[in-house]
């Protein structure tokens, strides 16, 4: 075990001794005996990345191993399950209460603007805000970082009501609009950039604060939203609306915000402290891959050559997510590749009984290749990331360079 990886255990793992001197701790004749369960643990709590989880376990437990003490002949062949968040009941009702309260700010918003106004709601909403984090704070204390990264969210979801709130107090709200905040998560509207670019800076500076992953869906939440309203606010210049212009500057953020995610992916993987080396670019990847591929898909070439490059540009994506370790591009790929094999067999056999049975082979196709490229999914992940720099590889296909 390298010194790196005594500091790794010593803050994720923690000791039973407190006591214990950091000479005693870290001396070279020093052994522990660790389990899955444990590694598992310490990612659950964010002091490692899964995938980190997943790869000195796989070279600890491997059959020529030296920290290998023993195992059933059952357990040589079985791996271990892949770290990460567990939707365990516990957690099931933390996600579920975080959601209701979250969606009960807009009803509270539609229900008690004629009680309180724009100023008594904005202090509530802001007293509400500033209790949030005040209780995040004491959750992540004990150690629960869920909770606390779902009360901290809600506290970022709370600043656009804030900002509404304000300006309709001081008279800035631009008429013509939606004069309902619940409208902010309905309507289009260039008068919502307010509300989001407010909401993007204190979601950054919260999220700075606190540390914690799930806080950043808010974020790529707005950077979505952004990008609609955006491409609003730029067509009031021109003659209305637009779908094709709105389509393309939603591809053109969602090729910005995958830019964003491969950056701080590549940040957080070589991070030293345990607090940024959890998974902060997951949203961005989910909703950045989600614009991306929706402007792609909506574009609906007539040209047989833009079709095919349709096609290659979502295998790019599927081979992309193994090579990097991020699903969403596979399975976002994967659907691309599929709907064009779908034109392909619908163009051959669309006029024939056997375009059915055509489309049923491709499916069961589909199905068999996902079979397959399970069993095989290691090796092919590590084959394809030596393709990309070893900032962006899963760790277990860089870890032995380090």
């Not at 002091?47 to 040589?76: F, H």
């Not at 807009?106 to 209780?135: E, N, P």
């Not at 950077?223 to 637009?242: F, H, I, K, P, V």
């Not at 094999?341 to 499916?363: C, E, I, P, Q, W």
Request: a neutral charge.
């Amino acid at each position: 075990m390298s010194k790196n990886d005594a500091d790794m255990v010593g803050s994720g793992l923690g000791t039973r001794s407190a006591d214990a001197s950091g000479d005693d701790v870290f001396a070279p004749g020093v052994r522990v005996q660790l389990s899955w369960q444990d590694l598992e643990a310490a990612a659950g709590r964010g002091a490692i990345l899964p995938t980190d989880a997943r790869a000195m376990w796989a070279g600890w437990a491997a059959a020529d191993s030296p920290q290998r003490l023993a195992a059933q002949p059952e357990a040589r062949r079985r791996k271990p399950p892949v770290a990460g968040p567990r939707f365990s009941f516990t957690n099931t009702l933390y996600y579920f209460g975080g959601m209701v309260a979250i969606g009960a700010m807009t009803l509270f918003m539609r229900l008690s603007w004629d009680a309180f106004g724009a100023w008594g709601l904005m202090v509530i909403s802001a007293a509400y805000l500033l209790g949030c984090l005040k209780v995040a704070d004491h959750l992540k204390a004990r150690h629960l970082p869920v909770p606390a990264g779902i009360l901290a969210t809600l506290a970022v979801v709370l600043v656009p009501l804030v900002v509404f709130c304000a300006q309709n107090g001081l008279g800035l709200w631009p008429p013509g609009g939606p004069v309902d905040y619940s409208a902010y998560h309905t309507q289009i509207n260039w008068r919502w950039l307010t509300l989001e670019f407010v909401t993007l800076a204190a979601g950054v500076v919260m999220l700075w604060r606190y540390r914690l992953p799930f806080m950043v869906m808010p974020i790529a939440v707005t950077l979505w939203y952004l990008s609609m309203d955006a491409a609003n606010a730029l067509m009031q210049q021109g003659d209305g609306w637009d779908f094709a212009f709105m389509r393309d500057v939603t591809l053109v953020f969602g090729i910005a915000t995958i830019a964003i995610a491969l950056w701080v992916d590549a940040r957080c993987r070589q991070a030293t402290d345990a607090d940024w080396r959890q998974d902060y670019a997951f949203w961005l990847y989910l909703f950045g891959t989600l614009m991306f591929w929706g402007g792609l898909s909506w574009r609906n070439s007539d040209s047989e050559l833009g079709k095919a490059v349709y096609c290659l540009i979502n295998l790019v994506m599927v081979f992309a997510g193994a090579a990097i370790g991020r699903r969403v591009f596979t399975v976002f790929g994967g659907l691309g590749v599929a709907s064009y094999l779908g034109y392909l067999s619908h163009r051959v056999f669309g006029d024939s009984l056997a375009f059915a049975f055509v489309l049923t082979l491709l499916g069961l196709g589909v199905v068999a290749l996902g079979i397959w490229w399970q069993r095989h999914e290691e090796r092919i992940n590590a084959y394809f990331s030596s393709w990309v720099p070893p900032a962006l590889r899963p760790r277990d296909a860089s870890q032995d360079a380090d």
